[in-house]
């Protein structure tokens, strides 16, 4: 078993929904001031295929940060995945949806 060094939240977004995913990441930095908002991404970058903004977090938080964003992701697309040092399979295998699954470029591995 490889071990999980944390976990990524990635948040989609695009021109028309960008307020939620902005309210959305206003809510996490109060909830979880230990997590770490990246930056916008305003293009796709990597394997993502639109908008979006990433919060890495430890795994600790795993059972609190989870179900805040089933509750709070406002219709927002979200990938969480694992944090191992394989970024191919924990994009994929090591990963969980929430709302719309996009497709990922994984030729970006």
Do not use: C, K, N
């Amino acid at each position: 078993m490889t071990d999980i060094a944390g976990y990524h939240a990635h948040i989609y977004y695009d021109t028309a929904t960008r307020p939620r995913a902005e309210a959305l990441r206003a809510r996490l930095a109060e909830a979880f001031p230990a997590a770490r908002l990246g930056r916008w991404h305003d293009v796709p970058v990597g394997p993502h295929p639109q908008s979006m903004y990433q919060v890495a977090f430890a795994a600790t938080l795993l059972p609190t940060l989870f179900p805040f964003l089933l509750l709070h992701r406002d219709g927002l697309a979200v990938l969480l995945h694992a944090d191992t040092g394989d970024d191919l399979t924990d994009h994929t295998a090591h990963a969980a949806w929430m709302g719309a699954m996009l497709p990922l470029d994984l030729s970006a591995f």
